[in-house]
């Protein structure tokens, strides 16, 4: 089974951890030895960036308890990851799965090379594995990130990218355009877990915003 790590970085003018700590903790990524594949960009490139600034109407910004992280570029950097999956996916056809991993992934505790290699080793073509917090809920608030899936974490057969792409992008502009809100990339991944994408074959597991969204894999992957 051919793996392919895909990570980004897109510099935010304003976030709480600096370009600097991005940098550390980036290099530790580049350092695993799994193939992978890195995208650079800027805020402006992102789809949910271009399509916002069209709106005809003003969109509230979903910030909880952090304004200062929780910005209208943060919520389009979060939501610009699958479609870096769609074009590793589009760079790299011979790539059976694509697992998306955070640019500062080391931030999280306990999180190292080991556990990285062993899940890219692990992960199969069948279904898109999704560690998450919480169980499956109909409500789904504005207000507070939705922890039915970590963000941070999400591998996803290459057949089923773009059509996994296609309906979180969906699922966002139809939120949108029916509450005029930017909410949490998570939240709008839930929506469409429920809705859009629910045909689709989701292997969700338990984990938290640690190692475990490597480690806690089903135990008939993690033994393979």
Known sequence: MHARLVTAYVPLKGHPRTASEYGVLGERLSGVPVRKKAFYQRVEETWMYKYVKNLPFPAAISVADNP????????????????????????????????????????????????????????????????GCWEPSPVISRDVPCWRFCGSVLAVPTWLVDELAQAIKTQAIAHILTTHSIEWEVNTWARAEQGVAAHLPWEWYKADHNVSQFTNLPLELKDA
Request: with cysteine; hydrophobic share 40%.
């Open 68 to 131: 200062t992280k929780n910005s209208l570029a943060y919520h389009c950097v979060q939501h610009e990851k699958i479609e870096w999956l769609r074009q590793a996916a589009t760079e790299y056809p011979d790539t059976d799965v694509l697992v998306w991993v955070d640019y500062g992934i080391f931030h999280q505790p306990h999180v190292c090379n080991e556990a990285i290699v062993r899940f890219m080793g692990s992960v199969d073509d069948r279904s898109i594995y999704a560690p």
